[in-house]
């Protein structure tokens, strides 16, 4: 049976649980989301423990990046499972900056498949590794916010935090999470 360290810390637009394995983060996102992280993990590792960290392993970071060190989550490893095609849509999300958004369609062409964008949408909505792996930073080819795991008032914020632009509606803008 895999063992996973677990850390919890609290944020502005909720809770983030991060797991790792070894190797490095193999799970970051919002606490609310609990039937995608079982999901995810059992599909990786079939049975697997959670252990409390007993030291803080990148709460810090996370914590860091809420509180305005937007790059905090730059120096983070990952340890990403999934296909080839997965794993090379995932690790170029990082390569979108702080500040600055992409298209589906715009990342479709930079991993080389350019036709592909909804491919590359269904993989970035199975982004194991939010934040770290900007999945929030995809948006619309007309800058609209699209669809997030952690719900679009989430990746407003990422987005507001970031200073980034983008489209926003007022029936996008309904309300704000606290």
């Known amino acids: 049976m895999q063992q996973l360290t677990i850390e919890q810390i609290a944020t502005p637009i909720g809770a983030v649980v991060i797991i790792s394995s070894p190797q490095g983060v193999v799970y970051l996102d919002f606490g609310d989301n609990q039937a995608r992280c079982q999901r995810l993990l059992s599909q990786r590792y ?14 810090d970071a996370v914590s860091s990046y809420f509180a305005g060190n937007l790059w905090a989550l730059d120096p983070i490893v990952v340890d990403l499972a999934g296909s080839e095609f997965q794993r090379k849509v995932w690790l170029t999300l990082r390569e979108i900056g702080v500040g600055q958004t992409m298209s589906y369609g715009e990342l479709a062409a930079k991993v080389g498949t350019p036709t592909a964008a909804r491919a590359v949408g269904m993989t970035n909505g199975q982004n194991p590794i939010s934040l770290v792996l900007p999945c929030h930073r995809v948006i619309g080819a007309n800058k609209s916010l699209t669809g997030y795991a952690g719900g679009l008032e989430r990746k407003r914020w990422l987005l507001r935090h970031e200073g980034a632009q983008f489209k926003d509606t007022p029936a996008q803008a309904s309300f704000e999470l606290v």
């Open 46 to 59: 079939g049975q697997f423990e959670l252990i409390p960290a007993s030291q803080n392993l990148w709460a």
